[in-house]
């Protein structure tokens, strides 16, 4: 499974964004798709999670500011972030699973760097 991701740049506080990840190659066996995001000096944290039943999962940070959904046709997943705060600036991170030969993998993506600020 590979992912590409896009979307992040530069935006102001109070704006939004929308990062999207998009899937090839054994897309077939992706159980779920979503986004981790780090900042500097920072651990790692969930922002969201999509499975293939539809369940959601929101990291604590941005719920209420942020909307995950997803596309079948297009193996892609969408991140909107909304009213963006300065301390909302990361590395957001794409991520999948998949159950490839019997067994759960995760596959990350590259990251794409959202920076808000004035």
């Known amino acids: 499974v590979q992912l590409q991701a896009s979307g992040g740049g530069l935006v102001q506080p109070g704006g939004f964004l929308r990062l999207s990840c998009e899937a090839s190659?054994?897309?077939?066996?992706?159980?779920?798709m979503g986004w981790y995001r780090q900042a500097p000096g920072k651990q790692r944290e969930l922002v969201a999670s999509?499975?293939?039943?539809?369940?959601?999962k929101y990291g604590d940070r941005l719920m209420g500011r942020s909307a995950i959904s997803g596309d079948n046709d297009k193996h892609t997943v969408y991140l909107q972030l909304n009213n963006l705060k300065p301390e909302d600036t990361a590395v957001y991170s794409c991520?999948?699973?998949?159950?490839?030969?019997?067994?759960?993998?995760?596959?990350w993506g590259q990251g794409t760097l959202v920076t808000v600020s004035s």
């Open positions: 190659g054994s897309v077939s066996s992706i159980t779920g």
């Open positions: 999509l499975n293939n039943d539809r369940s959601i």
């Open positions: 991520f999948a699973t998949a159950i490839i030969g019997g067994a759960i993998r995760g596959y």
